[in-house]
């Protein structure tokens, strides 16, 4: 671009506000190619979107209504998937006494669960809106990107080697944690051979403590992270989701929330950051 051709178009007087912070986040959905709303064909039957969240680890998840016209939905299919997402929140403690079905009602897969992954911001993210010639800034907090969540697809795979292998079949094994790569793996158990008589040896034989093997298999680190991950994710699952509401673009609600957005303050504020702090603070230069 020709910067001697440039020209300035406008110049914006800059509002800035954080009377909504922390509560402003960016919601970003790879994977949805349409936009987040409740199909017409659950909305005729009183179906909404939901949502739920775990506070202290930052997870949320949207419940999406499923479309359930006859060209894109297999009725029989959705009692084969809602049992095994069922039984897989069961495992997972997910407040499965919440879910609203009647008596001798068989499980269906109702919904579509978008569950929340945090994404680590680099550097101060922004909210900005130009109106009447202003352009007013709110801080984000945090960015999360949505995805379904298939965990119930596990539960069935590891339910139709079961099925398969039979039971004490090594299928079985599927459902325990998965091998830790700095154990050390264990030899597999020799065929017994019939004891022959023989000479009398003298064998010297030294005690090591099983802690001391351990201590230095943490050495490596990847016992450690290992850990740390299984007890992240053990203190998710033990953590229980809080209901909170979910309102569409076109509500009150939403609205309303938009409209705080905008300062209506006046007050100018005083930048007391040198330009040479500035520029220093900048990556890169």
């Avoid at 158990?189 to 010297?204: S, T």
């Amino acid at each position: 671009m020709d910067s001697e051709g440039d020209q300035l178009v406008a110049t914006l007087p800059i509002h800035y506000s954080n009377t909504l912070s922390p509560n402003i986040q960016i919601h970003q959905f790879p994977l949805l190619s349409r936009p987040l709303q409740t199909p017409p064909s659950a909305a005729l039957s009183g179906k909404r979107i939901r949502a739920r969240i775990k506070p202290a680890t930052r997870r949320i998840e949207i419940h999406v209504p499923s479309d359930t016209r006859p060209e894109v939905w297999n009725s029989e299919k959705s009692k084969d998937l809602g049992t095994a997402r069922l039984e897989d929140d069961r495992e997972k403690n997910q407040d499965v006494g919440k879910a609203k079905q009647r008596e001798g009602e068989e499980p269906r897969l109702a919904e579509v669960r978008m569950r929340s992954e945090q994404i680590s911001q680099l550097g101060a993210y922004m909210l900005g809106i130009v109106r009447d010639g202003n352009l007013h800034l709110q801080p984000i907090s945090e960015t999360h990107q949505f995805r379904p969540t298939l965990t119930y697809l596990d539960f069935m795979s590891r339910r139709s080697k079961r099925s398969r292998g039979g039971a004490g079949s090594d299928s079985d094994s599927d459902d325990g944690p998965p091998l830790d790569p700095d154990e050390p793996i264990a030899a597999p158990p020799q065929p017994k051979k019939e004891k022959k008589a023989a000479d009398a040896k003298e064998v010297q034989v030294s005690a090591r403590k099983a802690a001391d093997d351990k201590a230095g298999n943490l050495q490596g680190g990847l016992s450690a992270v290992r850990r740390d991950m299984l007890h992240a994710i053990r203190a998710e699952e033990d953590e229980t989701w809080e209901d909170i509401d979910f309102c569409d673009a076109e509500t009150a609600e939403a609205t309303e929330a938009f409209e705080a957005v905008f300062s209506r303050g006046e007050e100018e504020l005083e930048c007391k950051t040198e330009i040479t702090a500035f520029l220093k603070g900048i990556k890169g230069l």
